[in-house]
């Protein structure tokens, strides 16, 4: 690599082969408009509407090609990258020229909101709405890139506006980062929750039910099912009380909370209903957040200081209106379930409750396997309500958290909500991406909102400070991250099928359903395959299927009373009776 490449910031290189890209499509193809093209995390793309033999043409992954080699052209060219400012209406001119009715809108835009004078980069006959940064020329830009994916995006994310081709590159400054970062993909790609959920019967999307909305197979509702009893256990075991609302509410509810105003893009339409033998008219919300349902438990009866802290928790059901081009799998869906907890303290015990909080959330996290994390601490944002008193009190009461657990975070300054500061953790997974799951958040607003109090020691009454938390968030997404962090071959106490027991011939069946009853009894989750198949042909099901443990059962050890044990990833274990499996299995539960 050379010294210059070397020296130049990689989200200028993304950026420009973002151009450079541009310009190639522009050569290639008879008629091209341009939506945005910017830098990415680990590269570009670049939003174009195509045009070809006088209709509109759609682009391809075979396309992407010959495009990357006339972006190597472009880099040898050495063709200079043109910067200018221009006035937003010679701007406006420029592109009406050009016949680039996305530019116009996007300068359209920037006119209504005042701006007077934009930046404009040419790169040979490719000219672009853009600030910049970008390379001296195309030769400073490395061959250490590539396209990888076609897909399609609405204009502005507006599904309203029409839908273009989004041509992503990754891009780094030498070949081995490139070579390592497809490897990378590849392990993703063989990871995806989205392939192996389908796979190992978990769960599915249907078209007749609708984007978005998951629906949890046998095996994916067991899964599910057995990390709500874990995590309901250990809130019990923290001093939660378990509360239960409904899918709606009246729509009054959420402009109380203010939902109505600062997350109706995210909400569905509301409902009008009309009352049998009434003539008014009830509208009703599906319920995009449980914090409102909570707050009316609050307010059920007067609270005093010593029901204080009171924590409710509930895993709720809750439906967004996610844009359909931003679905994906279960870790972005309509329709979700969130662990979700609201507290009501006093003042002084905030920064306890908040200890506790991030204790038992650090606890939860590494029962499922996870021990590193991004964490950022938002501050103050230049709109906020409450005193400055207690917002320095709730974002040092964080911060004395996050240090007694000895924690690296980031601030993110003016990045809090309006209502109070907040703490969010991104678990890693196995291939150390970083996952949004664990959410602190302090409120200010709601309890005003909603005129909640308790009465003190004085007999008066006070203002209780409200915390929302989240631990594993969206349980869907959490099950998406788990099956890509494991690759679907989860520990045994996750399993939603811990043993599978292979009969070898008919007569076997008795003998096997009668070891299943006794694994039952004991809570071992376990399951017979008595198919016509042959063993080998069942053992590799089972391997497909990434059970744990197979006990495969002939005449031999029936007549011996004894189970033949093959462990995943192990191979035979050899004979053992049933006790001594089930000490096994209960010692490899153990330990984690």
Known sequence: MSAKINNLKIETIRHSLAHIMALAILRLYQKVYFG???????????????????????????????????????????????????????????FKKLNQPYKLEILNRLKKEKNFEVTLYQLGEFIDLCRGPHLKNTKEAPFSFKL?????????????????????????????????????????????????????FLFNFFEEIGPGLVVWLEKGA???????????????????????????????????????????????????????????????????????????????????YKELPLRLTELGTVYRYERSGTLSGLTRVRGFTQDDAHIWCQEEKLEEEIENVLSLGLKILKKFGFKDYEICLSTQPEKYIGSQKIWQQATQALKNALKGFNLDYQIDKG????????????IKDTLKRAWQCSTIQVDFNLPEKFDLYFINKKGEKERPIMIHRALLGSLERFIGLLIEHYQGDFPLW??????????????????????????????????????????????RNAELEKIPYLIILGEKE????????????VGDLGKMNLNSFLNLIEKEISKN
């Not at 972006?71 to 001119?93: D, T």
């Not at 990045?415 to 991104?426: N, T």
């Open 36 to 94: 945005i093209g910017p830098a990415t995390e680990n590269g570009f793309f670049y939003d174009v509407e195509v045009f070809e033999g006088g209709g509109k043409k759609r682009i391809s992954f075979n396309d992407l090609e010959k495009i990357e080699e006339e972006m190597k052209k472009i880099i040898k060219e050495e063709i200079p990258f043109k910067k200018r400012k221009v006035k937003i209406n010679e701007a406006i001119k420029i």
């Open 494 to 539: 996750l399993s939603p099928v811990q043993v599978r027991i292979l009969p070898i011939k008919d007569t076997n069946k008795d003998y096997a359903y009668k070891i299943l009853k006794e694994l039952k009894e004991k809570n071992i989750r376990g399951e017979i395959d008595d198919s016509s198949d042959t063993l080998s042909k069942k053992i």
């Open 222 to 304: 067991l899964l599910k099912r057995i990390i709500e009893n874990y995590i309901l256990e250990e809130y019990f075991k923290s001093g939660y009380q378990l509360v239960s609302s409904p899918h709606i509410a009246k729509f009054h509810l959420w402009e109380i909370s203010g939902h109505s105003d600062f997350y109706k893009e995210n909400m569905y339409p509301r409902m009008h209903l009309k009352e049998i033998n009434e003539e008014e008219i009830e509208d009703y919300q599906l319920k995009p957040m449980n914090c409102p349902f909570h707050i009316m438990v609050y307010k059920n009866k007067i609270r005093s």
């Open 415 to 426: 990045g809090g909500a309006f209502y109070g500061p907040k703490i969010d953790i991104k």
């Open 148 to 200: 990888i994916k076609v897909s399609g995006a609405y204009f502005n994310s507006d599904e309203n506006k029409p839908m273009l081709d989004r041509i992503e590159g990754i891009a780094f400054k030498t070949e081995k980062e490139l070579d390592d970062y497809l490897k990378f993909l590849e392990e993703a790609k063989n990871r995806d929750h989205k392939i192996i959920g389908p796979q190992l």
């Open 558 to 569: 029936e007549k011996e009373k004894k189970l033949a044990i093959r462990k995943r990833k």
